[in-house]
């Protein structure tokens, strides 16, 4: 198999798959979009492609995926030759298709629609970006007139009010390959912060990957047709409910792979072998 890892060239996540793809003796490169698209780099001499670490181009990576899968190349993951839907308005409506438990959400066309959709929320409420990423832009608000006035001087646009589900300040991150869990670890958000990411610097041990969570975050990965998932789901303090927050496309995984000693790249350089077979 020769395997173009397109889009990131310099995370773990790239190198370990890089490295595993090397391991199992076949040809493997990292591709920067940037040189595709410059023609510094033609795909043509690739068997399979794998979409990892292309948030700053979503457009053109869905575009390569297309011409890729109209070649007959085998491609992960193939949802994005439609369209990249990064939009957490997006994951809400699949999990709801789905009757999976996920945050009551609402985006807004202005101000005086967020105000009227948020008090349909009980607080405190999470306000955060719909294409947000790492945890980045999340803000929690105690009340209507704090929530109003952030609103109103950083607009609308391009964000979403969700409820705040109570939470010992963790959350649990399950891998899934091609629709089936590998695992699951707990993320452990640090002191004075309440988002569990670990690029915001929480911390990682290995969790049990219990027959509900298991059902739940495959029926995610599955709803989002994502061959290559990372699910978060919280646990409300309260009542014990499993909450689905995320389901990350393409996701990171060193601190899952330090802590479950689970080979994810290797497992899914075997997936990605497996679909060139059946091509």
């Given at each position: ?6 889009g ?10 890089l490295?595993?793809a ?13 040189d595709?698209?410059n023609?510094?780099?033609?795909l043509s ?8 670490g ?5 457009k053109?990576?869905s575009?390569?995926a297309?011409?890729?899968?109209k070649n ?9 030759a439609?369209g990249?839907l990064n939009?957490k ?19 807004f066309?202005n ?5 009227r959709?948020?008090?349909q ?7 955060k970006?719909?294409d ?5 832009g ?16 950083n607009?609308?646009e391009n ?5 705040f589900?109570?939470?010992a300040?963790n959350?649990i991150r399950?891998?899934?390959?091609g ?10 958000a640090k002191?004075?912060e309440?988002r ?16 509900e ?5 495959e029926k995610?990965?599955?709803a989002?047709h994502?061959?290559f ?14 909450f689905v ?7 990171q995984?060193?601190a899952?792979e ?18 060139c077979?059946?091509n």
């Open positions: 198999m020769r395997l173009a890892i397109i990131s060239t310099s995370s773990y996540g790239s190198k370990r798959i490295e595993e090397q391991k199992r003796r076949h040809y493997a490169e990292l591709i920067a979009i940037d595709v698209l023609k510094t780099k033609s001499e690739f068997d399979a492609a794998l979409f990892y292309i948030s700053l181009h979503p053109e990576a575009e390569m297309a011409r890729l899968l007959k190349k085998t491609v992960v993951d193939e949802v994005i439609g990249i939009n308005m997006n994951t809400c409506g699949k999990m709801q298709g789905v009757n999976i438990p996920y945050p009551k959400s609402f985006e066309d101000l005086q629609d967020a105000i959709k948020i008090a929320l009980d607080f405190p409420i999470v306000i970006p719909l947000g990423r790492k945890g980045r999340i803000e929690v608000f105690d009340c209507m007139e704090e929530a109003a006035v952030y609103l109103s001087r607009g609308t964000k979403m009010a969700q409820e589900i109570p939470n300040g959350d399950v891998i899934a390959i629709g089936k869990a590998l695992g699951a670890i707990r993320r452990i002191r004075g309440f569990a990411n670990i690029a915001l610097g929480a911390s990682a041990e290995k969790t049990e990957l219990t027959n969570l298991k059902t739940i975050a995610a990965a599955q989002m994502y061959e998932a990372g699910i978060d789901i919280i646990e409300d303090a309260h009542t014990g409910k499993l927050l995320e389901v990350n496309r393409s996701p995984f060193e899952f330090k802590c479950t000693k689970i080979n994810v790249a290797g497992e899914l350089v075997k997936y990605i072998e497996g679909k077979v059946k």
